[in-house]
């Protein structure tokens, strides 16, 4: 399916899929099938008045889910900030309220939310000179700062930085007490665009000394398998809580860029013995998966 920066939970019997609209709305696909998502049509649940809506996430909080986007006031994609709508009720479909603006001055994308150690931060990306970096910051509850942005990760090995020095797209991952970020690396456009991984080794999440980055990325193309730009993934769990998953969107060929023929694509994710993950290789579209367990 068409839906680049795919974003998904599965919550109380089903599976919420949401992703990058490009226009002035959050869109969400309920099913209660990994498989159903495919036919499943999007439900618009939030209107605003900005241009381009990218890489939207929805996070519970205290029984209500904050969903969070990037948009601009204007069309040429300078003004690209991050908003959050938070929902009435605990229906990942709304209906949501907008809630608040998190942002300072300048280009801001790509939120998500993580808690380490009680602490609440949004992470994301936004621009330095030269380059697009992520950002962590500290939070009093899912609208409010607690703090500036602070620098987390910079795109200094040369296969973050293929066509521009980029990262973007971080999302949280937990697993046995250890706390990673995946995150994209270089231009969206290109067929190498790719996850790295970060894993916080410190104490303080708001020091990136704290948080070592893996040399090499994790999860590249696979021309044999026609998959081209893996990338802007996020993480579900299996009905049954016993399996991780990922969802992340790719191109069927290396030309198709960064527009709406990227599409989202999902598979089992498995743990090295060093307990860190292992993503394996991307798929080719079309193959058939065995479904989440307890579905």
Not at 121 to 141: A, C, E, H, K, V
Request: charged residues 15%; contains cysteine.
């Amino acid at each position: 399916m068409a839906s680049p920066d795919p974003w998904m939970q599965y919550y109380k019997g089903y599976y919420y899929m949401t992703a990058t609209s490009g226009d002035s709305t959050v869109r969400m696909r309920k099913s209660k099938t990994l498989a159903g998502l495919y036919n499943a049509e999007f439900k618009i649940v939030l209107n605003h008045t900005l241009y381009h809506t990218w890489a939207p996430e929805f996070h519970m909080w205290n029984s209500k889910w904050y969903l969070y986007f990037t948009a601009g006031a204007t069309k040429d994609f300078s003004s690209q900030r991050i908003h959050v709508a938070e929902s009435l009720g605990d229906d990942p479909i709304g209906p949501y309220n907008f809630k608040a603006d998190i942002h300072d001055d300048g280009y801001a994308i790509d939120p998500s939310l993580i808690t380490i150690n009680n602490g609440l931060y949004l992470l994301g990306s936004f621009n330095t000179p030269g380059m697009q970096d992520l950002f962590i910051r500290p939070l009093t509850n899912p609208w409010t700062p607690n703090g500036p942005k602070v620098l987390l990760s910079s795109p200094t090995n040369p296969w973050e930085r293929t066509n521009l020095p980029i990262n973007e797209g971080p999302e949280p991952l937990q697993h046995n007490n250890r706390t990673f970020i995946v995150y994209s690396a270089g231009a969206c456009g290109t067929p190498d665009y790719k996850l790295g991984l970060l894993e916080f080794v410190g104490t303080d999440p708001i020091n990136a000394t704290h948080w070592h980055k893996n040399p090499q990325p994790v999860f590249v193309r696979n021309d044999t398998n026609h998959v081209y730009g893996p990338g802007h993934n996020g993480f579900f769990m299996s009905p049954d809580g016993s399996q991780y998953w990922i969802v992340y969107h790719a191109n069927d060929k290396p030309d198709y860029g960064c527009t709406n023929k990227r599409t989202a694509r999902a598979k089992r994710l498995d743990w090295n013995s060093n307990g860190t993950p292992h993503f394996g290789t991307p798929d080719p579209i079309g193959l058939q998966l065995i479904a989440p367990s307890g579905e």
